[in-house]
């Protein structure tokens, strides 16, 4: 296996190795080594299916239910186990979604910039995503660099931010875009979790920026405060400079490291072009901060 910086730093491009056949310890380490040294790696020419995605996804931990395949009915899904993660804009019957489809518009959330599942107490470490169909134009995923981010702060802020702890839920990134349609029983879902604005990454003691379309409001801040100063903050971290723009050809999978990079799709035409992509996410393990209330159940 090799690995070809096309950031360098924070995105590779690996070369030499096949996800879709059971895979040697080695390789599962030398894949999380390359995941500490970079944050995002991008394999070309991967054709997987969903139970092959799976089983490669599982070398790094446990995999976790997307919110949306939780909350959706099962007669809504078009993918079978809760564990893959429908990026598309296909119906349960595999028709493309309707303007005013409500999943259509809760997808649109992954427009803003996020890391994955940081509405969960434990948030996401890696995110890995498949293209199956990629649309004629537009879709790209872009990445952020958050230790960089984090790096090129003054003192001054990093002294400030230190023990900081911001509020995350799926209700706050999905109200920014004027969305508020979840339907009954999903209120445990939307309720409020805790991480500390910067994180240190277990194996490189790197600092980073957790940022998240998901951040509500800071722990002790008036909460216009708090949101004017996370927006300063996700606008330092997601400049030209510390981005990468993935242009998605099929069979890529691209894999992220959610503690240390933020993402978010770019827009395509979502009502007469295809877009086929398909998540599993490695659920992170332990808490960033202390929670305000016992957490039901994930
Ligand atoms: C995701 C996501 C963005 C995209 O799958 O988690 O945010 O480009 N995707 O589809
Ligand atoms: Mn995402």
């Not at 790096?151 to 209700?171: F, Q």
């Not at 194996?203 to 998901?214: I, N, P």
């Amino acid at each position: 296996m090799n690995i070809a910086p096309l950031q360098p730093g924070f995105v590779g491009e690996v070369s030499g190795i096949d996800i879709g056949v059971p895979l040697s310890d080695d390789q599962v380490a030398a894949v999380e080594a390359g995941m500490d040294q970079y944050a995002v790696l991008i394999f070309h020419d991967q054709k997987l299916t969903d139970q092959q995605q799976c089983d490669f996804s599982r070398n790094f931990g446990e995999l976790e239910a997307t919110l949306i395949a939780q909350m959706s009915k099962p007669g809504d899904r078009r993918l079978g186990p809760v564990e893959m993660g429908d990026i598309s804009n296909l119906d349960a019957a595999g028709k493309l979604r309707p303007r005013d489809d409500s999943r259509r518009m809760y997808a649109l959330g992954n427009r803003l910039w996020h890391a994955d599942a940081s509405f969960r107490a434990t948030g996401a470490i890696y995110s890995l995503l498949s293209a199956r169909v990629v649309p004629s134009q537009g879709g790209d995923t872009e990445f952020a660099d958050m230790r960089a981010a984090y790096d090129a702060l003054d003192d001054k802020t990093k002294a400030l931010i230190d023990g900081l702890v911001t509020e995350h839920s799926i209700a706050y990134s999905r109200a920014e875009l004027g969305f508020e349609d979840y339907g009954p029983g999903n209120e445990d879902k939307i309720r409020p979790v805790r991480h500390s604005l910067v994180r240190t990454h277990p194996v490189t003691g790197r600092k980073s920026l957790y940022l998240s379309a998901h951040i509500g409001t800071i722990v002790g801040w008036p909460m216009p405060e708090a949101r004017a100063f996370i927006r300063d903050l996700t606008e330092h971290a997601t400049q030209p400079h510390f981005t990468h723009a993935h242009r998605w050809r099929v069979n890529d999978l691209v894999m992220w490291d959610n503690r240390t990079t933020m993402h978010r799709g770019r827009r395509y035409r979502d009502l007469t072009d295809v877009r086929d992509l398909r998540r599993t996410t490695i659920r992170g393990v332990g808490l960033t901060a202390e929670q305000l209330t016992a957490l039901a159940a994930e």
